[in-house]
């Protein structure tokens, strides 16, 4: 199984693993490997510090995860931690992007840092065991499985936040540095482990109501386009109903329909570049670029304005991801003449620079994209957030 790979190889500072779990979208597996890992350790510590004994006359298993203070970790290490780390990188960054987070930051980190936290704890648990001693510095004492616990935490939180954050190791130093001014909340949770369960009740059914809401919605939206697409079915030889009829499919994410309505209104109505243009851009989201690209070309033979203007910087794209760098490089430069403070052209550029061994170049296309986004927080912070972070990974040596 690929996710059981990754965790020793996050333990073996694989990059390749860490983008493999960070493209993950099922938290369960993610969640299991930590609480195996945290229950895990804190069994050994109760059966070397007898305590255990306390635990078997526990009231039944509910209060036994609760004297573990299983909860107030979930509450702790999921849902304030991993917050925390992304908001303290995206603002010691410098990025413009202040202290954010958003929901695919969260997802990423939370499948990395869930399972690497749970494999530490993994491997602690045996050191704690076979070296029960304390290890004592004048009134201070630390059992010496906690000792090598918090030092691994601590070494690998530092290179997970510089990777996933994409920042150089001082600034991930000084944001687990500060985290653990959050510790304060961990020791307070353990002490109400109650009100540690109780927040994740009202966390979940919060997500849960969002989530059903959200399905209704999306049912709710089906059947309108359902509606209207059957209605245009009468009009099977109107180029512009298959267009319609195109978009709305796109729009349910339906992209082989989309995308064969789309070719009928391009066959229909040849001349009309939006039609290209739109049928090059469900292409793009399938990764059929060579398709994409002839799309793209044939729009920009119609009207090189087509798409208020993007379809340059879709066929710079298209060159880019079909091998031709020079000519991707030739039509971005192009389209960032006439707009400079489009960020995601200038991130491709910068990419198309990268291939075509202009690493000078392309330094200055990714700190000029950086340079605007601190110039202009408020427009990064929202739809151009991903150009920054892809921009400051790519500074750093990261995957394109």
Not at 68 to 74: D, E, G, H, Q, T
Not at 110 to 134: D, K
Not at 323 to 336: I, N, P, Q, W
Request: charged share 20%.
């Amino acid at each position: 199984m690929t996710f059981l790979r990754d965790i020793p190889g996050l333990l073996c500072l694989r990059d390749e693993s860490l983008r493999s779990l960070s493209s993950r979208n099922n938290a369960a597996l993610p969640l299991g490997i930590f609480l195996a890992g945290f229950l895990a350790f804190g069994l050994v510590r109760n059966v070397v510090y007898a305590e255990l004994r306390e635990l078997r006359a526990a009231a039944g298993p509910l209060d036994y995860l609760f004297r573990l203070n299983v909860f107030p970790a979930l509450v702790y290490f999921a849902l304030l931690l991993v917050p925390v780390l992304i908001s303290l990188s995206n603002a010691l960054a410098g990025d413009g992007l202040g202290f954010t987070v958003s929901r695919r930051e969260y997802r990423a980190w939370l499948m990395v840092l869930l399972p690497l936290w749970g494999a530490l704890f993994l491997v602690a648990a045996p050191v704690q065991w076979l070296l029960p001693h304390f290890l004592v510095l004048g009134e201070f004492g630390i059992s010496m499985g906690l000792l090598v616990l918090s030092s691994l935490m601590i070494f690998y939180t530092i290179r997970g936040t510089g990777r996933l954050g994409s920042v150089p190791p001082p600034v991930s130093a000084a944001v687990v540095v500060l985290s653990c001014l959050t510790l304060p909340i961990l020791y307070m949770l353990a002490g109400t482990p109650y009100a540690a369960l109780l927040v994740l009740v009202v966390v979940a059914s919060f997500f849960l109501r969002r989530r059903l809401k959200a399905r209704a919605a999306r049912s709710r939206v089906e059947r309108a386009f359902e509606q209207r697409i059957a209605a245009l079915g009468v009009k099977l030889q109107d180029a512009d109903a298959q267009h319609r009829a195109g978009m709305m499919q796109s729009q349910l994410g339906r992209l082989e329909a989309a995308a064969a309505s789309l070719e009928r209104a391009v066959q229909m109505r040849p001349d009309l570049p939006e039609y290209h243009y739109d049928l090059g851009r469900i292409f793009e989201t399938r990764g059929d670029w060579p398709a994409a690209l002839s799309c793209y070309d044939a729009a920009r033979d119609i009207a090189p304005d087509c798409g208020q203007g993007n379809v340059s910087r879709e066929a710079g794209k298209g060159y880019l991801h079909t091998g031709a760098t020079d000519k991707a490089v030739e039509l971005l430069r192009s389209f960032l003449q006439e707009r400079a403070s489009d960020p995601e052209a200038r991130y491709w550029l910068a990419v198309a620079l990268e291939r075509a061994d202009c690493a000078e170049e392309m330094r200055i296309q990714l700190h000029t994209l950086l340079e605007q986004a601190r110039s202009n927080p408020g427009l990064f912070r929202k739809e151009n957030r991903e150009w920054v972070l892809r921009a400051r990974a790519l500074v750093r040596g990261g995957s394109s």
